[in-house]
């Protein structure tokens, strides 16, 4: 894209050869803009900047520059194509970010700010009391924000985006439910309460979303969300839609006969599968009171990494999730993948490489002299 160098006709003819130059260009949006600089050489100074900028797309619009523009601009544009509970978290993040910072023109962010921001929010106290919160958590405003900043640099409110540096966290892979353990949950489901239906009771409930789970890998709400239309009671045949599941498309699956058989017997006249009439709350309440009957109490310092926030010794449900990838880490890992609904290989890898060195370890601990079969024979 190209400035241009003028002299405004009506000045020239007053002023002669000591009329002021000015540079115009066309800006991303399409408006003319213009400005006037003095001597020819600022002008051609001036142009060579604007036309820099303009083709390295890292123009700044000087008509939008505040914060407070650009967050109304950005929620009314782009929140609406993401999920409502996604786009209420990008709002809480830039909330916090006006709350801690106090941001005035966008393009006074730099990384500097970054900092500040990320020091102010490693104070901001977590969901339980006396806590810090989580890199984690703070990792995932990061990813928001920047987002949000490349947005900024695109529509020209800054000239390009500051560099986010972020929290150190540890790689933790959250807690995998073994098979004794599911076991003792399955057998502990006779002591659900919740949810009430009719037509069949809340331990068969509770027993068909474990089976299910721990055969498919699903994640818990993909799982509420299946209909009795996506599902073939028959053949086993399953529909995960795309509005319901974080990977955005429509998946199809094949339940085998024990989880089919679970899911059988679940029958009403709900439009899903695994309707729960209950505050979402009651289903990690009733789990954990399941787990509670059948015994387990986690030593695991990753216990209480899942979905209900808090820090708590029983299973979350994503639990499961790693519990079907750990138990069918042999199959083909493009298979895999496509099954879990992984975005990233990597992270498909990451659970096969869990599962060879849990078989590793088991090949080489130490079991005591009279346990082995060597004392028996």
Not at 81 to 106: C, D, M
Not at 121 to 139: F, H, W
Not at 341 to 361: E, G, N, P, V, W
Request: charged fraction near 30%; glycine fraction near 6%; charge should be positive.
């Amino acid at each position: 894209m190209k400035a241009w160098l003028f002299q405004d006709f009506r000045q020239k003819q007053k002023l002669g050869d000591d009329c002021p130059w000015s540079v115009g260009w066309i800006d991303p949006d399409g408006k003319k803009k213009s400005r006037r600089l003095g001597s020819k050489s600022a002008a051609e100074k001036h142009q060579r900047k604007i036309e820099g900028q303009l083709a390295a797309g890292v123009y700044e619009n000087s008509s939008r520059k505040d914060w407070k523009t650009f967050r109304v601009e950005y929620e009314a544009k782009i929140l609406p194509r993401l999920k409502p509970s996604t786009g209420e978290v990008i709002r809480s993040v830039l909330g916090h970010f006006e709350r801690l910072i106090k941001p005035g023109k966008v393009s006074k962010i730099t990384t500097s700010t970054i900092d500040d921001f990320i020091a102010k929010r490693q104070v901001d106290g977590g969901k339980r009391p006396g806590s810090k919160l989580s890199a984690a958590t703070i990792n995932k405003d990061l990813r928001h924000l920047k987002a949000a900043l490349r947005v900024a640099a695109e529509w020209g409110y800054i000239a390009k985006v500051p560099k986010l540096r972020r929290v150190r966290e540890d790689s933790l892979m959250g807690a995998v439910m073994t098979e004794a353990h599911f076991q003792a949950i399955y057998n502990a489901c006779d002591k659900a309460a919740l949810p009430e239906t009719a037509g069949y009771t809340a331990a068969e409930w509770w027993r068909a979303l474990l089976v299910f789970a721990i055969t498919t890998g699903w994640r818990v709400q993909e799982i509420l969300s299946l209909r009795r239309d996506d599902l073939d009671t028959k053949t086993g045949a399953v529909v995960t839609r795309a509005a319901d599941n974080k990977g955005r498309r429509d998946e199809s699956d094949y339940l085998p006969e024990a989880a089919l058989d679970h899911v059988n017997r679940l029958a009403g006249f709900s439009p899903l599968v695994f309707p729960w009439p209950h505050p979402g709350k009651y289903l990690w309440e009733e789990f954990h009171r399941i787990q509670k009957a059948a015994g387990i109490a986690l030593d695991c310092p990753q216990a209480g990494r899942h979905e209900c926030g808090d820090t708590c010794r029983y299973y979350g449900f994503h639990a499961l999730r790693r519990g079907y990838a750990t138990f069918n880490a042999e199959l083909p890992a493009p298979v895999l993948q496509r099954k879990m609904r992984h975005k990233s290989f990597t992270t498909t890898l990451r659970y096969i490489a869990l599962a060879d060195r849990m078989k590793q370890a088991a090949d080489v601990i130490h079991v005591p002299a009279f346990l082995t079969k060597a004392a028996h024979a």
